[in-house]
């Protein structure tokens, strides 16, 4: 490992973190990469993921993207000169 970092914690965090380390074997430092790596995986989603809370948000066919006859007269609106 290459990265030294140094952190404050308040009292009560330093106590719980000191108490899982304790549950489960861990080190701190163990417990502190663990959280690291849980967070920054959160935050690396997708667009899907991004958009997942937004399904149901617009009613409409289910077949919209996909059924030609929904599609008739797209891009023949009017022009822009």
Known sequence: MSTVLTVRLDPSLD?????????????????????????????????????????????GPEDLSTNKRHLSGLGRGRRRR
């Open 15 to 59: 106590a719980a973190l000191e108490q899982e380390a304790e549950r489960s074997g861990s080190t701190k430092g163990e417990i502190v990469r663990e959280a690291i790596r849980e967070r920054l995986s959160r935050t690396r989603s997708s667009a899907l993921d991004a958009l997942r809370g937004l399904d149901g948000l617009v009613t």
